[in-house]
C-alpha cells in the first residue's frame, strides 16, 4: 500500500531524517518507536504530506506522492492525528469532527461515519454540542482520532496518541486503535508507550537519530538486548 525508500527529510541545513525505508501493506499495523528527536514526528509529518522530504520517493500504491501538495494526501486516503491533537478549541465537537469530512467523497458519507464515531466513542455523544476546549485530554484525543476517521481513511497515521494521558485512558485508546485496524484501516503508530505499541503491532521500525536501526516482528525485537534495555527498561535475558 505504502512505501518510503531512500526518503531524507531536512529542516534547513539540518537532518532529521536519512535513507529511511518503510512499507506498510493495506489492513497492516505498523509501529514505529525511537528516543525523543529521533525524527517520528518528522517522518510521521512526511507520510502525510506536511514536510516535504528532500530526496527518495514516497508512493501508494504505486504512485509516487513525493511531490503531490499536502492538501491532496486526504484524497489519496491518507488521514493524521497529530501529536497534541490540535483541535479548534472553541469550537463545538460536532464541528471538529465534521471538519474532517470536508471532502466532496466522505462528505457524502458524513452522517454514516458520525454515527460510527459515535459508536466507537460514546463518551462523545452528551458533549457534541460543548466547546472541545471542555472536554478532558482523553476525550480530546478521541475528537482528534474520530475527526481523522470522519475523511474515510485506508490509512491512518497516530502521532503519540498516548501522549499526556492516565494510564486507564491509555489501555482504552490502544484498545480502540486495535478496534479500527480490525475494521480494515490500516494504521502507523508512532508511539513512547513502547510495550503496548509492540503488543498490538504486526510489525515494527526502531528509529534512532533519524535513521531506522532495526525492524521486524515485535518479537524479534523484543529479543534484541539493545530494544530490550533502551526501551522496556529489561536487563534480563528474554
Do not use: W
Not at 76 to 99: H, Q
Request: glycine letters at 10%; hydrophobic letters at 45%; charged letters at 20%.
Amino acid at each position: 500500500m505504502l512505501e518510503l525508500s531512500g526518503i531524507e527529510a531536512r529542516y534547513g541545513k539540518a537532518l532529521a531524517l536519512s535513507d529511511i525505508a518503510l512499507r506498510i501493506a493495506a489492513g497492516e499495523l505498523v509501529c514505529v518507536v525511537g528516543p525523543n528527536g529521533a525524527g517520528k514526528s518528522t517522518l510521521v509529518n512526511v507520510i502525510a504530506g506536511l514536510h516535504r522530504p528532500t530526496a527518495g520517493a514516497l508512493t501508494c500504491d504505486g504512485r509516487d506522492l513525493s511531490r503531490v501538495p499536502a492538501h491532496r494526501f486526504c484524497a489519496e486516503g491518507i488521514a493524521i492525528v497529530p501529536e497534541g491533537r490540535r483541535l479548534f478549541t472553541t469550537m463545538t465537537v460536532r464541528d471538529n469532527l465534521e471538519l474532517g469530512s470536508y471532502l466532496p467523497a466522505s462528505k457524502v458519507h458524513r452522517a454514516a461515519s458520525l454515527e460510527r464515531v459515535c459508536g466507537m466513542f460514546p463518551a462523545l455523544v452528551p458533549k457534541l454540542d460543548l466547546p472541545a476546549g471542555s472536554l478532558s485530554g482523553g476525550q480530546q484525543q478521541m475528537v482528534a482520532i474520530g475527526r481523522a476517521l470522519m475523511a474515510r481513511p485506508r490509512l491512518l497515521l497516530l502521532d503519540e496518541p498516548s501522549l499526556g494521558l492516565s494510564p486507564l485512558i491509555v489501555g482504552e485508546m490502544f484498545q480502540i486503535v486495535e478496534d479500527i485496524n480490525r475494521e480494515g484501516v490500516a494504521v502507523l503508530l508512532v508511539e513512547q508507550n513502547v510495550a503496548m505499541a509492540l503488543e498490538i503491532a504486526d510489525r515494527a521500525y526502531v528509529l534512532e537519530e533519524g535513521r531506522i536501526v532495526s525492524e521486524g516482528s515485535p518479537d524479534a525485537l523484543m529479543e534484541q538486548p539493545h530494544i530490550r534495555r533502551a526501551y522496556l527498561g529489561l536487563t534480563e535475558d528474554p
